[in-house]
């Protein structure tokens, strides 16, 4: 399956934007979905997690600020990102495969290629 992350783009402190990640396919079994980021300089981090049966889990640096979404048919997942800061920027990843373990969520093996968020005024 390949994923095709979209939607990053500019905003000005305060603002929103919505990312998208698609599936090539609706044929897959992947139970967890996730959202990473990787700001300039700093390492990869876990935003956001959705389960196929609906649990949602949050970064606490994201929590009450940011939403992930699913389509129906499980083939798009969505962040949505309200109240943006310019400590949101970076390359946004969705990935799909993963697992929860002992309250530490690691990755699956498929990634989309990531969509640039600029937070600047």
């Known amino acids: 399956v390949q994923l095709q992350a979209s939607g990053g783009g500019l905003v000005t402190p305060g603002g929103s934007l919505r990312l998208s990640c698609t599936a090539s396919?609706?044929?897959?079994?992947?139970?967890?979905r996730a959202w990473y980021r990787q700001g300039a300089g700093k390492q990869r981090e876990l935003v956001a997690t959705?389960?196929?049966?609906?649990?949602?889990k949050y970064a606490d640096s994201v929590k009450d600020r940011f939403t992930i979404l699913r389509s129906s048919n499980w083939r798009s997942v969505f962040l949505q990102m309200d109240a943006l800061t310019p400590e949101d920027t970076g390359v946004y990843y969705c990935?799909?495969?993963?697992?929860?373990?002992?309250?530490?969520?690691?990755?699956?093996?498929?990634w989309g290629q990531g969509t640039l968020v600029t937070v600047s005024s």
């Open positions: 990935n799909a495969g993963g697992s929860w373990s002992g309250g530490v969520y690691s990755p699956g093996d498929f």
């Open positions: 396919t609706t044929d897959f079994d992947y139970r967890k």
């Open positions: 959705i389960s196929r049966d609906g649990p949602k």
